[in-house]
């Protein structure tokens, strides 16, 4: 069965502390995966798309990087204001996509 | 700017009741879902469409109906049969049905009554 598991389910860090999400999939024919940012009570931002494994992506504290695997959203640094829920999804070759049930990051000041 | 726009913000239905969720896309996207969120799950979709008079049914498509008589609205109707219709619903939109969900909007919260 395809599935898609985030992990940790939650995470705290101290402002300034680096850390890493996990995104694992049991996919056939992976077309891409992808990351987002919710905020409590909105609705998901687009933040990442990776096609092929080895690929990386930056933006501002946040890198994202693919293996056949899995996929780790890097945290460099982070801000209060990085807290939040990130998900992440996998589409397939017949455009079905699966989502994550997230982690949820807070950032203590 | 550009977005979606989802209404209300909340909802309550009694039961029996049909209730029907807005979304509104002013992006001139092709695409556009509706997704349920449940606490502790991952997103689900509910229903898709790729084209103006074309929809197709997601995952949890039983007890929901839509509509895509325009490009710019996508309506939701959360019918009786829908015996646990509690969550928190979302729109979305992507340029073409081959692409991820590019923009959501701000959800929908629906509670019985």
């Known amino acids: ?109 | 700017d550009g977005g979606i726009t989802q209404s209300p913000k909340y909802l309550f239905r009694k039961e029996g009741q049909n209730v029907t969720l807005s979304c509104e896309q002013n992006l001139n996207h092709d695409a556009m879902y509706w997704y349920r969120q449940d606490p502790g799950q991952g997103l689900r979709l509910i229903y898709y469409s790729q084209i103006v008079n074309d929809f197709q049914k997601g995952d949890i498509a039983e007890g929901y109906s839509v509509s895509r008589e325009k490009k710019e609205s996508f309506p939701l109707t959360v019918t009786s049969a829908q015996k646990n219709p509690t969550a928190f619903y979302l729109c979305a939109s992507s340029i073409d049905q081959g692409d991820q969900p590019q923009h959501f909007g701000d959800g929908t919260r629906l509670s019985i009554l």
Not at chain 1, 34 to 54: C, H, I, M, N, V
Not at chain 1, 73 to 102: N, Q, W
């Open chain 1, 1 to 109: 069965e395809d599935q898609v598991t985030q992990s940790p389910e939650a995470l705290r860090l101290q402002e300034g502390e680096s850390s890493s999400l996990n995104c694992s999939y049991t996919v056939s024919g992976l077309r891409g995966l992808f990351w987002y940012r919710q905020d409590p009570g909105k609705g998901p931002e687009f933040l990442f798309t990776l096609y092929s494994a080895g690929e990386e992506k930056e933006k501002e504290r946040l890198k994202a990087t693919l293996t056949k695997k899995e996929s780790f959203l890097h945290i460099t640094a982070p801000k209060p204001e990085d807290s939040a829920t990130y998900l992440c999804a996998v589409t397939f070759l017949d455009d079905k996509i699966i989502f994550g049930k997230g982690t949820r990051l807070h950032i203590l000041p």
